[in-house]
């Protein structure tokens, strides 16, 4: 897809995406003295910022961008941070966004319980909406993204993990605020209920696509391209697509050699590993699925009335092809 249309998207938003901005940044001002520096450091990282776009384009979707979806946008963006806080320190992760991550400054202590308070301060947030329900559509995707996590870390080295476990665990942990951020957008412009439904559906598939190029990121992509530390899932035995689907068509001696590989805890044979997906391509066949999944979301914006917004949500989507067919 053209950068071009992608860069139209964002333009589309751009003072609300910089109103979403300033209000992330000042949020650390909120925190107690003493908690501030901690708080301003993981927010002011920046970073793609692709939940509030989607978000915005969303309210923009069906009607007018409002500063209840500006507020939408700063919440999911600080659960999100939040869960990168914890997901950092469980992946023994150094980096992110090129810089050393809040486990990597000030230990494991402190950034457990900096990602506790950005979590409680989002969940706070959002009691300031009139509509009850939109508080509780947030604390649901917030306990649905931890309890992803949960379970994904429950069957870390777990040879048995099937392709529906892992889409079920990445439905969770990442398609959830992506479907929440599309579906609030449009529930915020009171959009009638197949609307809604449609831009729901449509962050959750692309939500899942994100993750599945993002682990197929981690096995081949690069730590400059990243901003952030790679190959975190193999050392902690997360079974990612890629891994799972040469895992599927391997057999007899030829399984049990990776078997071993995959379950050795000390060192993983990064290099031995990448060659065996290349050679399967397991890669490819897991950014096909991907694409795939895309498409899907796609289609499902048919429902929802033409208009910049709609153009800009499709943009985003070809944009992650683009991403996804550089990789793979």
């Not at 951020?181 to 915020?188: H, M, N, P, R, S």
Request: net charge negative; with cysteine; proline share 2%.
């Amino acid at each position: 897809m053209a950068d071009g249309a992608f860069a139209q998207a964002l333009e589309l938003i751009n003072p609300h995406l910089y109103s979403v901005e300033e209000r992330i940044r000042a949020q650390a001002k909120q925190f107690d003295p003493a908690v501030e520096g901690y708080v301003s450091y993981v927010c002011e990282k920046g970073g793609k910022r692709l939940r509030p776009v989607l978000a915005l384009l969303a309210g923009g979707a069906t009607g007018k961008i409002t500063a209840s979806h500006v507020d939408l946008a700063v919440i999911v963006e600080l659960i999100h941070i939040a869960t990168l806080v914890h997901d950092d320190i469980m992946d023994g992760a150094e980096l992110r966004r090129d810089q050393p991550t809040a486990n990597a400054k000030w230990g494991n202590a402190i950034s457990v319980l900096l990602g506790d308070c950005l979590f409680a301060h989002a969940l706070k947030l959002a009691t300031g909406f009139s509509n009850t329900e939109i508080c509780r559509r947030i604390a649901d995707a917030a306990a649905e993204v931890c309890s992803g996590e949960i379970i994904q870390t429950q069957r870390r080295y777990d040879l048995k993990l099937s392709t529906a476990d892992y889409y079920r665990i990445i439905e969770m942990k990442t398609a959830a605020l992506f479907s929440t951020a599309c579906e609030l957008g449009a529930f915020i412009s009171e959009a009638n209920p197949a609307v809604i439904g449609a831009l729901k559906n449509f962050g959750a598939k692309v939500g899942t696509a994100y993750q599945i190029y993002d682990d197929c990121l981690d096995l081949a992509g690069t730590e400059e391209e990243a901003g952030k530390t790679l190959g975190t899932d193999l050392r902690k035995g997360k079974f990612t697509l890629p891994v799972l689907l040469m895992l599927q068509n391997r057999q007899g001696g030829d399984l049990s050699g990776l078997r071993d590989l995959l379950l050795r805890e000390d060192h993983v044979d990064e290099e031995a590993l990448s060659e065996m997906l290349k050679q399967a391509g397991a890669l490819q066949a897991a950014a096909q699925i991907a694409r795939r999944m895309i498409g899907e979301g796609r289609e499902s914006l048919v429902l929802v009335p033409e208009n910049r917004y709609v153009s800009g949500l499709r943009a985003i989507a070809d944009h992650l092809i683009g991403r996804i067919d550089r990789l793979a």
